[in-house]
């Protein structure tokens, strides 16, 4: 089945720092979405984003395809901004989402 | 986007007893999907559930562990049989949004095994 890496799996930052956080995947997708998964276990949608760039506010993703990559940037991070965020595919012929392996980001005041 | 709801939002159960999680939608869907998430871990899909068909089940799942009703087009149950603390893990449901593709996904149940 496909392979859904995601990097680092663990950051941690003060306050106000810029991070990056990548999701590598080895087949064909279909889609790819972003979710934040915060301290009480609900996981938030933050992008659906299967080619191209989005932005909303302090964060944007970005996702090539082609080379099976995808990017979330966080901009100026606030304490809110901790939890951990998965990528998640749809696989081209496969009805059905596969997650990453996760980056737990921690945002120190 | 669907508004999803569980219950129980959490629960302690003994091991060798049964739970079964509710989810309700807020608008009519055709596939229902059944997650479990265990301690630091990511989420790994458990069954597909269609309305007026037999649940669709992952390997490493199976029926008798994990019963699935979808008795119409808005609700679900997903029952954990036979605990055992191995079982304590945040379960969730999702749906596909209005974008196909796009899932959206419930609260989460959050179930101790001990």
């Known amino acids: 089945g496909i392979q859904v890496e995601q990097s680092p799996p663990d950051l941690i930052l003060q306050e106000g720092a810029n991070s990056t956080l990548r999701c590598n995947f080895s087949?064909?997708?279909?889609?790819l979405q972003w979710f934040h998964q915060n301290p009480w276990g609900q996981l938030i949608n933050l992008f659906y984003i299967p080619s191209g760039t989005k932005q909303n506010g302090r964060l944007s993703a970005t996702t090539v395809a082609t080379e099976r990559y995808s990017l979330l940037y966080i901009s100026s991070s606030q304490t809110t901004d901790s939890g951990v965020y998965f990528c998640a595919v749809y696989v081209v012929g496969n009805e059905k989402l596969t997650f990453g392996t996760g980056t737990r980001l921690t945002i120190i005041p | 986007s669907a508004v999803i709801s569980q219950k129980p939002s959490r629960d302690i159960c003994q091991r060798g007893t049964s739970l079964t999680i509710q989810c309700q939608v807020d608008?009519?869907?055709?596939?229902m999907f059944w997650y479990r998430q265990q301690p630091g871990q990511s989420l790994t899909l458990i069954a597909t559930a269609n309305q007026g068909s037999e649940a669709t089940y992952e390997s490493g799942f199976v029926i008798d562990k994990f019963p699935i009703s979808r008795p119409n087009l808005t609700f679900s149950t997903l029952t954990v049989s036979n605990m055992s603390p191995e079982d304590s893990s945040i379960y969730l449901c999702?749906?596909?949004?209005?974008?196909?593709?796009?899932?959206?996904f419930g609260p989460g149940t959050r179930l101790t095994v001990t």
């Open positions: 087949d064909s997708v279909n889609n």
């Open positions: 608008s009519q869907v055709t596939m």
């Open positions: 999702s749906v596909e949004g209005p974008v196909r593709y796009e899932q959206y």
